[in-house]
């Protein structure tokens, strides 16, 4: 072994640092676009399962769906959609029986042959199989049966009228079509090495950062713009952040956090955001079972002293002002363009202690709450605490871990409750969810969203709601969600706070290839690729 | 030698036992459920049913805890419930980094620490003690995480010289992510090291045995690193070992400043989902490591201060 001296062992590790050091940080390579998401690491890449928000962005460019809106947008009106895997569609006069006809010739990644409607019928047979464990069960509990009628058709038969089954069954997550010829081979492996027909096929995954995609040049539509695509996994704020500033990743999500998109602006200030309209919607249930919030007069006052637009302007252009419980942004909503005077409360701190004084309280009334430490709902309720307080209400509100908030608002143990939802523009969804008496929750745990009590507390509301789901038209169906809506902003069970965008920031130089305007939480990235 | 290993080892069993039994009955006692954490919120109750019962969640809880130990006196880990990865696997990723950032920080502690203290104690009431003081005072006073954002936006992004985040690939390239966050952790623990060998070391210094070495005629260097200094160490390992086992348990927040993988980081995600089986692995790896170090400081004592006999 030839010997090395002292000094010369010195000086080539001094250089060897020297080098490192002088080493400005490697920026991403040009070709290969990156995404950090906000999440600590991969869960599954199996669309049916998935309920992570960046397994969702991987998914989303893994897959594909019958139908999609337009790239950026959310489909407002069912004939919005625009064809994707399926050419065509159509619907009996009711609305409860539909036909898929689709394209040919589309392959599956890694050689699992072309797409059929046994692979339509066999992904979403599973999403009503009582049997089988999907997430999202419910949006798909309206199908009675699904078959291939045909090698290129798919019929769908509802059990109860759907205008919206596009936006409501079709578009979601879980109903990415995946090949069942993969699914059967790989079983549970299928979760970390799926087969889809989306732009990307999945290359690998490091649990420690991320889902690594690489192009799928025989995708229907033609090759995406970039040849490889990382989705990283990177939890914290501040790291993720300092790699979008560095250079080191071309996008990252934002927080959802007051001041976040200014203060990337001052460090970065061409920085681009893409952000969805309406995003998130927030709503804050008042327990009818509960004193003081049995009382109407209460609730009324919170109603006035909660100012909303404080509340959506304390976000900047992430937060948007909501009247009811769906987003002014989507069919069926109310907004002071249609509502009657005496149903758009505006802010009125002083008439909101008269009403608190007229419901027995003239010095205030204390209550305790809990919330979720989860950076949205701490802002927002502290927020929240602050408004009520300024009229007389003293909240003694915990924070704490969101997972514990959840187990505990499910069974019950709540006083005033913050909820934040996605939802696609299908009026009666938030409306199900969060109102109807099915969904009342319970101290078992069983029950669902509604943890007002409305419609048992005070009844009625299912009648209204049953109207909505038999009516086929989706204009009626729209304006019958807004009769829902004016009697629930008298009842006020539930008050809208406000919409809460989901942002991404983009390096300005990758190009989308589109505008976001709106829609879920992740979108297509098959356009997606550097600047010229 | 190996007869007080063994045996220390077998003592160790009914610690690790308690411990995990106290972590299986704590998880179970914590709000919040896997199956609506791994189905989301708009899950049916009959989903959510389903899910626990082919997760075996839906067992008898005694049964769950037998099973649950039969498993680990099997060494089966079993998969996670949350993404099914088997937690071996799991481990097998996370453990190196861990273990890695563990190693580096320590010896940047050592490295500096028990030398600044010696110079603190040996120029005690001087300026270069004053120094060393203020420098201990600041790495306790200062949070490691805030110190790592500092060094993040300072080193790596105006000054380009280091990373962000990750943990690179290839061995320089991994080194060269190691460095930031092994420095914050490492002078964090460099200022537990330097305090602490400073008072050990002037305590020492006032025996009558170091008076005797001077008295002889001894220089000042060779009493303090031949006579005072080796029994100053005593109380430094045994700090030493406890600074260890913080860094491995109490790395997470340097893990999520620098997007490091890691036990810990992978540990809160866990208790965050309510990954029971991920969560248990954990602590078993923490109870082995506590188990291991403590082990070692017991026989780095024994080499420093050979009046401590093996018996």
Known sequence: ?532 | MWKYIGLRIVDAVPTVILVLSLVFVALRLLPGDPAQVVLGDNATAAQLELFRKQMGLDAPLWHQYLSFMYNVATLRFGRSLVNGVPIIQLLAVNLPYTIQLTIAATFIGVALGIPLGVVSARHRGEPLDDVARIFALLGYAVPDFYLGAIFLIYLSLDLGLFPINGTGSGLIDQMHHLVLPALTLGLVKAAFLSRLTRASLLEVLSKDYVRTARAKGAREGRVIYRHALRNALLPVVTGLGLSILATLSGSVAIELVFGRPGIGNMLIGAVETRDYPVVQAGIIVFALFVVLVNLAVDLLAIAVDPRIRVR
Request: aromatic share 10%; with cysteine; proline share 8%.
């Open chain 1, 1 to 532: 072994m030839p010997e090395i001296a002292r000094r010369d062992f010195l000086g080539a590790v001094s250089g060897a640092v020297a080098a490192l050091a002088a080493r400005r940080v490697r920026a991403a390579s040009p070709r290969r676009i990156s995404i950090a998401l906000a999440a600590r690491s991969p869960q599954t890449l199996n669309p049916s399962r998935t309920t992570l928000g960046a397994d969702n962005w991987a998914c989303r460019q893994i897959f594909d769906t019958l139908v999609v809106p337009e790239d950026g947008t959310f489909a407002l009106t069912p004939d919005a959609f625009k064809p994707s895997l399926a050419e065509s569609w159509d619907s009996s006069p009711d609305a409860k029986t539909w036909t898929f006809h689709l394209r040919r010739n589309v392959p599956f990644h890694k050689g699992y042959g072309d797409l059929t409607a046994d692979d339509v019928a066999f992904t979403f047979g599973r999403l009503i199989d009582p049997k089988v464990v999907v997430s999202g069960k419910v949006l798909y509990a309206n199908i009675d049966r699904v078959e291939a009628v045909n090698p290129q058709t798919v019929g769908f038969t509802l059990k109860q009228p759907d205008p919206t089954f596009c936006g409501s069954s079709i578009y979601t997550m879980s109903g990415n079509i995946i090949s069942r010829k993969a699914f059967e081979e790989k079983g549970d492996k299928f979760a970390f090495d799926p087969v889809g027909t989306g732009p990307f096929q999945f290359d690998r995954v490091d649990f420690s950062k991320g889902v690594y995609l690489k192009a799928f040049p025989q995708h229907f539509r033609g090759p995406p713009a970039s040849p490889e695509l990382d989705i990283l996994y990177i939890l914290d704020t501040t790291a993720r952040t300092l790699a979008f500033l560095s250079g080191q990743v071309d996008m990252i999500e934002g927080a959802r956090t007051p001041g976040w998109m200014n203060s990337i602006k001052q460090r970065k200030p061409d920085t681009a955001f893409d952000a969805t309209k309406p995003g998130s919607v927030n709503t804050l249930h008042m327990n009818l079972t509960r004193k003081p919030f049995d009382n109407l007069k209460v609730r009324e006052a919170v109603r006035y002293a909660i100012d909303r637009k404080a509340l959506a302007a304390a976000y900047g252009p992430m937060g948007g002002v909501i009247w009811g419980l769906i987003p002014v942004e989507f069919p069926g909503s109310v907004s002071d363009k249609n509502l009657p005077p005496d149903l758009q409360y505006p802010y009125d701190p002083d008439k909101a202690k008269q009403l608190l004084a007229e419901a027995g309280y003239p010095n205030g009334v204390a209550f305790s709450c809990f919330t979720s430490q989860r950076e949205d709902y701490s802002a927002i309720m502290l927020m929240v605490q602050e408004q009520l307080r300024k009229v007389g209400f003293r909240v003694d509100m915990q924070i704490i871990d969101h997972a514990t908030f959840h187990s505990q608002s499910d069974h019950d143990l709540n006083t005033l409750i913050m909820l934040s939802s996605s939802y696609p523009p299908v009026p009666t969804q938030p409306l199900l969810e969060q109102l109807s008496s099915h969904a009342v929750v319970k101290p078992d745990g069983t029950g669902g969203d509604n943890y007002s009590h409305y419609g048992v507390a005070i009844p009625g509301v299912d009648d209204l709601l049953a109207k909505v789901l038999e009516e086929p038209d989706f204009a009626k169906r729209a304006a019958l969600c807004q009769a829902v809506e004016r009697q629930v902003l008298k009842d006020l069970p539930v008050i809208g706070l406000l919409t809460l965008s989901y942002v991404i920031a983009r390096n300005p130089r990758v190009s989308l290839g589109y505008e976001v305007k709106s829609g879920y939480a992740y979108w297509p990235l098959r356009t997606a690729q550097p600047a010229a």
